[in-house]
């Protein structure tokens, strides 16, 4: 399987992209997008990080950033929740292509048709290859859909590092090493745009999302976990 985490690359670890119309999509208050988007990073980066909410038409800033990162709720199903804070290394990059996605979204396209255009771009080198740096994604609500299985799957709290051309045999470990024993790095993708990922041990504070996000979001109780509890 191939595991790709980040939200740039949401497609090859969740499999194909779902061919579901995309204004089909879960609409949240924007309280509650802006608690999931920020729940992405521990407190201590949320609080001074800007953040940007789904509009009618695009990602709309709400609130500017004063360290360098740069958190939104991604998605690629309807009732999908994709949390995740850029550093300013993935300004270029990860989080460019991540606000296009938004305005193709509310476009009416297709997941299917998202993500093409994402792949199209990306082997055009339409987007730079981001330089050293980390993405967080350590919220207790990832939800991505997996299509090849058919499954929504809720994704352990990970953070991942820029990792450009670097294979598992580089960094002498690998995705089983790395759900066997959460902190142990695996590559997400061996290639340009590829990650270094760290399962943790604990989510982010759930406690905004709770009061915000109270009846908004889908049930847990059909959702598959990820990593698998044993290999």
């Known amino acids: 399987m191939r595991l790709i985490l980040s939200g740039l690359f949401i497609s090859g670890f969740a499999g194909s992209i779902l061919s579901a119309n995309a204004t ?3 609409e949240l208050s924007r309280e509650c997008e802006i608690a999931l ?3 992405a990073a521990p407190r201590h980066l949320w609080e001074g990080a800007g953040v940007f909410v789904l509009g009618s038409t695009a990602y709309e800033r709400v609130k500017d950033s004063e360290n360098g990162f740069e958190c939104l709720l991604e998605r690629n199903h309807p009732d999908s929740a994709i949390p995740i804070c850029f550093d300013a290394q993935s300004t270029d990059a ?9 305005k193709l979204i509310r476009q009416g396209k297709s997941f299917e048709e998202v993500s093409a ?3 199209r771009k990306l082997s055009e080198g339409d987007y730079p290859i981001a330089g050293y740096g980390v ?6 609500y990832n939800y991505i859909f997996n299509s090849e299985r058919n499954v929504m799957l809720k994704v352990a709290p990970h953070v991942m590092f820029h990792a450009p051309n670097i294979k598992n045999s580089d960094i002498g470990s690998n995705p089983r090493a790395a759900f066997a024993n959460r902190g142990l790095p695996m590559i997400n993708a061996e290639g340009p745009h590829g990650f270094m990922v760290s399962f943790v041990e604990h989510s982010s504070d759930s406690s905004r999302v709770e009061t915000e996000c109270n009846g908004q979001l889908p049930p847990r109780a059909n959702m598959t976990a990820f990593p698998p509890s044993s290999q």
Do not use: C, F, P
Not at 94 to 102: D, F, I, M, P, V
């Open 24 to 26: 089909d999509i879960r």
């Open 135 to 140: 993405v967080y994604m350590v919220s207790d």
């Open 37 to 39: 988007a920020q729940s």
């Open 94 to 102: 990860n989080l460019a292509l991540t606000l296009e996605k938004g």
């Open 117 to 119: 255009k994402v792949e």
